[in-house]
T-cell receptor
Framework: DAGVIQSPRHEVTEMGQEVTLRCKPISGHNSLFWYRQTMMRGLELLIYFNNNVPIDDSGMPEDRFSAKMPNASFSTLKIQPSEPRDSAVYFC????????????FGPGTRLTVL | AQSVAQPEDQVNVAEGNPLTVKCTYSVSGNPYLFWYVQYPNRGLQFLLKYITGDNLVKGSYGFEAEFNKSQTSFHLKKPSALVSDSALYFCAVREIGSARQLTFGSGTQLTVLP
């Protein structure tokens, strides 16, 4: 298995632009997670899906952030409009649907908003 | 509520010496506990987990961790450190039966000196 796939790996954009991050989870995994990592805040859970349904989006910082999972093999995280403080590494992770199963992380997308 | 603390931001150890990365947790009931490692510009990788049973858990790359319920700790250990073990280590907890997902610690940067 190729593992969790994220694209793009790097994104540089200007303030006010729309940014879309993409994730393909591991086949057969029921749960999908979006995280943000910064030096200041560490690793933050933004949202997670179970069987393509958003379960908890309490970590989404603002209405500028939205996430979708139209099917079991694809998810997007969108920021519109982007701001410099959104600069971070965004990780997608997936896991089988069980409380004691570990999460498998993708390589991340490094976002820089100028 | 569940939380996890990694009291050391940085741990330095000489190659060949034993290493310990500390983790304490707080849950209302019983925990599932995890350790992850992050190498530069990579996603988090699962190392090991405690679910139930033997308090000493063995994982990847020669790492092990001991679950201590009385001290609410789950310290990561390795008998002989390698330079290649240098990375950022995260402890994570999930309370059994809770709807909440994993809570990650702030991370400990391990540097193994040659």
């Amino acid at each position: 298995d190729a593992g969790v796939i994220q694209s793009p790996r790097h994104e540089v954009t200007e303030m006010g632009q729309e940014v879309t991050l993409r994730c393909k989870p591991i086949s057969g995994h029921n749960s999908l997670f979006w995280y943000r990592q910064t030096m200041m805040r560490g690793l933050e859970l933004l949202i997670y899906f179970n069987n393509n349904v958003p379960i908890d989006d309490s970590g989404m910082p603002e209405d500028r952030f939205s996430a979708k999972m139209p099917n079991a093999s694809f998810s997007t995280l969108k920021i519109q409009p982007s701001e410099p403080r959104d600069s971070a590494v965004y990780f997608c992770a997936s896991s089988p649907n069980s409380a004691y199963n570990e999460q498998f992380f993708g390589p991340g997308t490094r976002l820089t908003v100028l | 509520a569940q939380s996890v603390a990694q009291p050391e931001d940085q741990v330095n150890v000489a190659e060949g010496n034993p290493l310990t990365v500390k983790c304490t947790y707080s849950v209302s009931g019983n925990p599932y506990l995890f350790w992850y490692v992050q190498y530069p510009n990579r996603g988090l990788q699962f190392l090991l987990k405690y679910i139930t049973g033997d308090n000493l858990v063995k994982g990847s790359y020669g790492f092990e961790a001991e679950f201590n319920k009385s001290q609410t700790s789950f310290h990561l250990k390795k008998p002989s450190a390698l330079v290649s073990d240098s990375a950022l280590y995260f402890c994570a907890v999930r309370e059994i039966g809770s709807a909440r997902q994993l809570t990650f610690g702030s991370g400990t940067q391990l540097t193994v000196l040659p």
